[in-house]
Nanobody
């Protein structure tokens, strides 16, 4: 089994910062691309940022220049530094990992989500 656990969400004022963390554990052979997604109330889940196994990154337009994704392969972890937060960033944030397990399964695993609320 593989689990992803997010942490670091919370309530912050507009203009503030938060750092989200996501740690993967279990029968992991290799973690390929990792990413952060978010889902606001009444909206579909959307991509925020991704990072490949060689640390190539990509960002959704609304967060470019404000958010930074990074990873620590030794810790099987991915991070999202969020600066200059806006009320429209309010959402549940999920991490996703494309993982090869030690028993030969290859697929996407999701965390349970962490709430980020930005007040105006």
């Amino acid at each position: 089994q593989v689990q992803l656990v997010e942490s670091g969400g919370g309530l912050v004022q507009a203009g503030g910062s938060l750092r989200l963390s996501c740690a993967a554990s279990g029968s992991i052979f290799r973690i390929n691309t990792m990413g952060w997604y978010r889902q606001a109330p009444g909206k579909q889940r959307e991509l925020v940022a991704t990072i490949s196994s060689d640390s190539t990154t990509s960002y959704a337009d609304p967060v470019k220049g404000r958010f930074t994704i990074s990873r620590d392969n030794a810790e099987n972890s991915v991070y999202l530094q969020m600066n200059s937060l806006k009320p429209e960033d309010t959402a549940v944030y999920y991490c996703k990992g494309r993982i090869s397990t030690s028993v030969g399964y290859y697929g996407d695993y999701w965390g349970q989500g962490t709430q980020v609320t930005v007040s105006s």
